[in-house]
C-alpha cells in the first residue's frame, strides 16, 4: 500500500535552515507530481509546494517562494524540501503527498524559534 514517511523536522532558530526528506513506497512514485503541505497551530492544513513527476516544474506558496526548494530523486523515490532563511511563522508539521493518491503521512514537526 501506499506509504510516506517525512523526515527530518527539529528545533530551529529564525534565519536557520532544515531539509526535510519524504520517503514514499508503494506507488509508480516517478510518475506522480508529489506536493509538501503544512498544518501550523490552529490552522487548517496548507500548500507549500509542489514538483511535477519530471522535476521540472516547480510552485511555491507565496509565504515560501524564495526561501524554500523543492526537489525529488526519483531513483530513490524521495521529494526533499530544503527550507532556508526559516521564520516563526513556518512553525508546523509537514507533510508531504501525491495528489493522485489518497494517503498521508505522519509528518514531520518543525519548530522556529530561538
Known amino acids: 500500500q501506499v506509504q510516506l514517511v517525512e523526515s527530518g523536522g527539529g528545533l530551529v532558530q529564525p534565519g536557520g535552515s532544515l531539509r526535510l526528506s519524504c520517503a514514499a513506497s508503494?506507488?509508480?512514485?516517478?510518475?506522480?507530481?508529489m506536493l509538501w503541505y503544512r498544518q501550523r497551530p490552529g490552522k487548517e492544513r496548507e500548500f507549500v509546494a509542489r514538483i511535477s513527476s519530471a522535476g521540472d516544474i516547480r510552485n511555491y506558496a507565496a509565504s515560501v517562494k524564495g526561501r524554500f526548494t523543492i526537489s525529488r530523486d526519483n531513483a530513490k523515490n524521495t521529494v526533499l524540501l530544503q527550507m532556508d532563511s526559516l521564520k516563526p511563522e513556518d512553525t508546523a508539521v509537514y507533510y508531504c503527498?501525491?495528489?493522485?493518491?489518497?494517503?498521508w503521512g505522519q509528518g514531520t514537526q518543525v519548530t522556529v524559534s530561538s
Open positions: 503527498n501525491s495528489p493522485l493518491r489518497s494517503s
Open positions: 508503494g506507488f509508480a512514485f516517478s510518475s506522480d507530481p
